[in-house]
């Protein structure tokens, strides 16, 4: 895996909010997605910037919508109706196990092909 230096740009206050706001020191992070709690402090420090694993690795660790961080890291961006979903049902969506989320999106789907904006 390759490493490159990144400029400040915010992902870092990004992970660092959301493991403090979930009680994890990095270490405890680190070992919950077992990634050595050095590389996490280099991710909040800024010094690396964290590949799409990485990103998969500390959303769903720490309960924040991956386009979060892919928006600041210049990946993606969440688009403007995304912002406007209420809490709940994102609240719901992170709780949901990878089968629940499919089905989810299944359902949303063909709501979106049976009734158009």
């Known amino acids: 895996m390759s490493w490159r230096r990144h400029s400040t740009s915010g992902w870092g206050a990004i992970i660092r909010e959301a493991r403090e706001a979930k009680g994890l020191t990095q270490r405890q992070l680190g070992e919950a997605i077992e990634m ?3 590389r996490i402090s280099r991710f909040e420090n800024e010094q690396w910037t964290p590949d799409l694993d990485d990103v998969h690795a500390l959303c ?6 991956p386009e979060r961080l892919l928006g600041i890291l210049g990946i993606g961006l969440i688009p403007p109706a995304a912002a406007q979903v209420p ?3 994102t609240d719901a969506y992170l709780e949901m196990n990878n089968d629940g989320r499919k089905s989810l999106l299944q ?11």
């Not at 769903?60 to 919508?65: C, E, K, Q, R």
């Not at 359902?107 to 158009?116: D, E, G, I, Q, Y």
């Open 36 to 38: 050595d709690h050095g």
């Open 87 to 89: 809490r709940e049902l």
């Open 60 to 65: 769903t660790a720490l309960g924040i919508w």
């Open 107 to 117: 359902v949303a789907n063909s709501l979106r092909v049976t009734h158009p904006r």
